[in-house]
């Protein structure tokens, strides 16, 4: 049997993974905002491309 991983689960599997590390990153409150602030940004540009 083959694993078969489209584009879209690879991408939503990097955007995780980039958000944990990012999260985990965070020190404040303010820093936590900005990081999700990121993450949707990313998620937005992802769904757009792959509208297009």
């Known amino acids: 049997m083959k694993l078969r ?3 879209s689960k690879m991408i ?9 590390v990012v999260l ?3 020190n404040t409150v303010e820093g936590v905002g ?6 949707g940004d990313a998620i937005s540009d992802t769904a757009r491309d ?3």
């Not at 939503?12 to 944990?20: F, K």
């Not at 900005?34 to 993450?39: L, N, R, Y």
């Open 5 to 7: 991983v489209t584009r």
């Open 12 to 20: 939503i599997a990097l955007l995780a993974a980039g958000a944990g």
């Open 24 to 26: 985990s990153a965070c």
């Open 34 to 39: 900005k990081d999700i602030e990121a993450t």
């Open 50 to 52: 792959a509208k297009d």
